[in-house]
């Protein structure tokens, strides 16, 4: 089982060492929350700057 890490670029949920969104392979495996972000027009999406869809991190620590 590969655990999820997040990118702390983009603050993407990944199972890797390399993010597929900004291919930055600065990642952190302590995080807290997750927003899954189906519409990138969304609210929610445009307050958090995402403009991709997937699940993504709300808190890195």
């Known amino acids: ?5 997040v ?6 949920v990944v199972e890797g060492n390399e993010c597929p969104i900004c291919k930055s392979t600065d ?3 302590k995080w807290r929350g ?3 972000v189906i519409d990138p027009n969304s609210e929610i ?4 700057k995402l403009s991709v869809q997937g ?4 808190e890195l620590k």
């Open 45 to 48: 999406a445009q307050h958090m």
């Open 27 to 29: 990642m952190t495996n």
């Open 34 to 36: 997750v927003v899954v």
């Open 7 to 12: 990118c702390r670029d983009c603050r993407r």
């Open 55 to 58: 699940k993504y991190a709300i």
């Open 1 to 5: 089982m590969t655990k999820e890490k």
